[in-house]
C-alpha cells in the first residue's frame, strides 16, 4: 500500500514538472506521470516479492532463541 502511494505521488510531482517545463501542456504532464507512477510501482512492487521471498526462507529470530531456551 505505501508503495501505490509513493508511486501514486512521484508521478504526480513527474506531471507537475512537466507542466512547468512544457509550457503548460496537458499530453507531456499525463504521459510523463502515467510513466513514471507506473516505473515507480514496478520497482516498488519487486522489491516488496524480494523481500517477502527472503522472509519466507530465513529463520525468524524469536525461533532461533526458543531453541536456545530449551
Given at each position: 500500500m ?6 501514486v505521488?512521484?508521478?504526480a510531482?513527474?506531471g507537475?514538472v ?19 507512477a507506473l516505473?515507480a510501482?514496478t ?13 519466507g ?11 536456545d531456551?530449551?
Open positions: 505505501v508503495g501505490v502511494i509513493t508511486a505521488l512521484a508521478g510531482t513527474a507537475l512537466a507542466v512547468a517545463a512544457s509550457s503548460h501542456s496537458l499530453a507531456t504532464a499525463l504521459s510523463s506521470s502515467v510513466v513514471v516505473a510501482m520497482v516498488l512492487m519487486r522489491f516488496q516479492v524480494r523481500a517477502y521471498r527472503r522472509a526462507t530465513r529463520r525468524l529470530l524469536a525461533d532461533l532463541d526458543s531453541r531456551a530449551q
